[in-house]
């Protein structure tokens, strides 16, 4: 036997030994396909082995076209701990109908909604135990659909903005123009034009009025600066104000500009605070003290201030201080750089679940990172 084929065989040994020893194994995945409200959605249920009836998780989806794929790591950490997990494709993604692109947040949380009711209805679980593990943009849609659905079980928001998506959107707007190597103040200056143009598309006041006139001369009065060009190319500000009228129109001067995205567009204003204070569940809402999307102090103080008299045991945050936007860290450089969960972070998620919902831990368990 050669060197090479020995060592080849102690590492399988050592693999096959570390398998052995885990006390729960990788669950089962079972595709599944359900009604929403735009047609049939695509999905895959994560769960442990047994007959269950297992505490259920729905992950709801972050901005962008996510397939249930996109969330294995979380779903198959949850599920070797316990739990059902669906992910679904988002609606207008691989296996799901609908277009997203004309999808308001109100539609997005009857998606969540409708999954929520596809795992309530599977045998191996406990449909008295279902709740939701939303990450960024589905802090906004995940409440609405728990604001509805008293019986969801808890709520779990991982980097979930707390303000207006107009708010949460210029804060990372200036962030990466920063990073970029843009000085801070002319960031801020660009992005409250930014701002004040589309507040003024949101609630028109009129072409030819005092706000279209102030609009257009802050435009003028910015036109020389280095910024301006390279803020157009980026699509951070029109060349010219186009006129109000007909916004909704196909013609619209402005539509190249809005990327024919008109209901994400229009959802800009949506206030969270409503349909997060009226969430009757458990909640608990976890932020990245390293996250440049958002601001972890204003949205945890937002969250607070929402939740009120509640805060405390059913309503809190953690700050994982070295995490990004997706709760992990980077460490090292080059070929040494690692990026992994932040530590404690899902511990820490996985025992206020189990507390909540009356698990406890899983002695021994491994999962995937």
Same mark, same amino acid.
């Given at each position: ?65 996510? =397939?249930? @794929? ?5 779903? /198959? ?6 739990? $059902? #997990?669906? *992910?679904? %494709? ?123 006139? =102030?609009? @257009? ?5 910015? /036109? ?6 390279? $803020? #157009?190319? *980026?699509? %951070? ?133």
């Amino acid at each position: 036997m050669t060197a090479r084929a020995a060592a080849g065989m102690a590492l399988a040994s050592v693999i096959a030994m570390a398998i052995a020893g885990c006390a729960v194994r990788v669950p089962r995945t079972v595709a599944v396909r359900f009604p929403g409200p735009a047609g049939s959605m695509k999905g895959a249920v994560y769960l442990p082995d047994g007959p269950g009836p297992y505490p259920g998780i729905v992950l709801a989806h972050g901005a962008i076209r996510n =397939s249930y @794929r996109d969330f294995e790591r979380e779903a /198959r950490f949850f599920a070797t701990h316990g739990y $059902a #997990v669906l *992910a679904y %494709d988002t609606r207008g993604t691989g296996g799901s109908a609908g277009d997203r692109t004309q999808a308001r947040f109100e539609h997005l949380a009857h998606d969540v909604a409708a999954a929520v009711r596809c795992l309530r209805d599977r045998p191996e679980v406990d449909p008295a135990r279902v709740g939701l593990w939303a990450y960024d943009q589905g802090g906004w849609i995940a409440p609405l659909a728990a604001s509805r659905d008293t019986t969801i079980a808890f709520l779990v928001l991982v980097s979930a903005p707390i303000v207006t998506p107009l708010q949460q959107m210029s804060h990372k707007r200036i962030e990466d123009l920063v990073a970029r190597g843009m000085d801070r103040e002319e960031a801020e200056a660009l992005v409250r034009l930014r701002r004040r143009i589309w507040e003024y598309w949101l609630a028109p006041a009129g072409s030819g009025t005092r706000a279209s006139d =102030s609009l @257009r001369n802050a435009l003028e009065s910015v /036109r020389k600066r280095p910024w301006f060009a390279p $803020a #157009v190319e *980026a699509r %951070d500000l029109p060349e010219r104000l186009p006129p109000d009228e007909g916004m909704g129109a196909v013609n619209h001067p402005a539509r190249w500009w809005l990327r024919d995205n008109l209901p994400a567009f229009r959802s800009l204003r949506y206030e969270p605070a409503p349909a997060l204070a009226a969430v009757r569940a458990p909640l608990l809402a976890v932020y990245g003290g390293e996250d440049r999307e958002l601001s972890t102090e204003e949205n945890g103080r937002r969250f607070r201030r929402t939740v009120g008299r509640r805060f405390g045991r059913d309503a809190l945050t953690r700050i994982f201080p070295d995490a990004d936007h997706t709760l992990q860290v980077r460490t090292g450089s080059g070929f040494l750089r690692k990026v992994e969960s932040a530590p404690g972070y899902r511990d820490s998620v996985l025992a206020w679940i189990g507390r909540v919902v009356g698990v406890g831990p899983t002695p021994g368990a491994h999962a995937p990172d």
